[in-house]
């Protein structure tokens, strides 16, 4: 028996190599199992794909489906049907768990002979050792097939736990050889989410918990791989507090180079864990708000954790680049509730955010009653990320492509903020910016998060008049702006991996090694790019180095004179 599994993942598939474990542990006859990544539309990946088919030649393929690739992965199915009819064809993923979906897929794609709903550890070597032995399929959990001219789903086990054995360890050889040329790896130490919002597809499953000794030994591995970034994919990181901060006190004690991302549970914040995070050299990814409007709550089935308001601030004091994740589409959702939660997002304190459209990914509580919740009829799009809805229209969703950019900008703008708060409302700045005009406001998002720092740093002015007729501005509002921008070029230019900043002239190309602003009142703010440095009235050592380095330097007046002053200082 051979088992081709197809993902999508860049570079790393967790789901492939926790298939293979349990392929390995639970099949009765040896499997020889295969992965591959076929990206749609990438040529080279699809040629890559039917050369392993021809030459691998698998009795079943696996394709793991999220919504984005589903259709480009049923077109692949076909191909393969086509050249080899004995194969068998099974499709998985988060995304593919609706029995809807699966009739419509069974009753019209003869190349798909299985589909899996829910977790396919348990269902799939079944299915294996069931295919080999013509045994009967009604006993495998979450299996959508063809029988007698009907589609047979059997209904997921819900109480079937999730466990698996040591995967990360030197031993394994393939995985070994694999890890060693990858720059990000996922990992997980439980399975499962305690809450139970209806657009998620964690509501399928319980909370599971893997053996704290053995995720211990395996992360202790990945970080003697030298693995750059290890992303924990975590809904709350290590399960428990005490697990939490069990692991994360052991990565503290390692002397190692790699940089972690984590979820954290907020309920289980305190001054020891965020400082055993920052000793592991961890990060948190997010804090998911959602949305702050108590109906969308209720309809979605999702605590407040904005109420949280402590902790989060202690997170943000300790990480304040954490960003807050939102949603705009939800069921109770409208412009002013979308509003109110950015404005209770910018009281909390957060500089910057994730906003995502509402997706109905099919098989979710949201998607199989979404007209009701939505009380009307909904469009969907690419990836089903909700386009119109009753309660967005086409004209109010202009409006709202206006008012999530201008959030954004205020976000980055933390100082201003901080500034204007003695004299008026944070909301105010976030309606003057939404007021701008429309192609003015895409110019300075773009310059603010999409273009080279470079650009933004020639743009002083023309972004002065925009930002300088908020009513009550002044010189120190001016300087407050400057430092938001500059810190945010600042976090920009290390994403990109910057080393030196480009002003490109009429006829030449000059290379700036740091960046100065001075004050009025002769402070200065410095950002060092080559040196990844960001620092507000530096010692005097420091300014001292500036001056044998190439320097853009902006004067206090350049919001007001048209032109900067470029200098070697």
Known sequence: MKFLFVHGWAGFSLAEWCLREAVARNCREPVGFRGIELQPGDMEDQDYFFQVFALFRPDFIGFSCFDWNTGYYLEMAAGARALEPGCKIVLGGPQINSTRQCDEILGTRDAIDFIIR???????????????????LDQIGGLSYRSNDRIVHQPVDRDASWSREKIFHWNNRELSEL???????????????????????????????????????????????SIPHIRICDAHFGGTQARAKSILRKLAKLKHRSSFKIYVDLTQIDEEYLKLVEDARAEITSIGIQTTHPGSLKLIKRPRLHRLDKAIAMVLDKFPETPADLIVGLPGDSFETVRRSFLDVLDLGFSRANVFRLAAFPGTPLTDDLQNLMKGAVLCGSGSQVILSEHFPRDVSSRLGRLIAAFEIALALSEVRHRLGAVQSVGKLL???????????????????RLPPGSLLKSWPWIGEIIASLAGWSSQH?????????????????RLNLTRLLSVEKDSVEHYDCVVYEFRNGGIVYWDVGNRGFQINPQPDVVEKIRHRKTWFINSGCLRNKSDKVARL
């Open 118 to 136: 829910g977790e396919s550890e348990h269902s799939l070597p079944l299915l294996l050792d069931g295919s080999s032995s013509h045994e009967s």
């Open 431 to 449: 309606d003057h910016l939404t007021g701008l005009d429309g192609e003015g406001l895409l110019e300075l998002h773009d310059l603010v998060f």
């Open 179 to 225: 890890l060693g040329q990858l720059s990000v790896v996922s990992y997980e130490t439980i399975r499962g989410c305690r809450y139970k919002c209806s657009y998620c597809q964690y509501p399928f499953h319980n909370v599971d918990m893997l053996d704290l000794d053995m995720v211990i030994d395996e992360l202790t591995y990945l970080c003697e791989m």
């Open 478 to 494: 001016d300087e407050a702006l400057i430092t938001d921008l500059l810190r945010q070029q600042y976090h920009k230019s290390i």
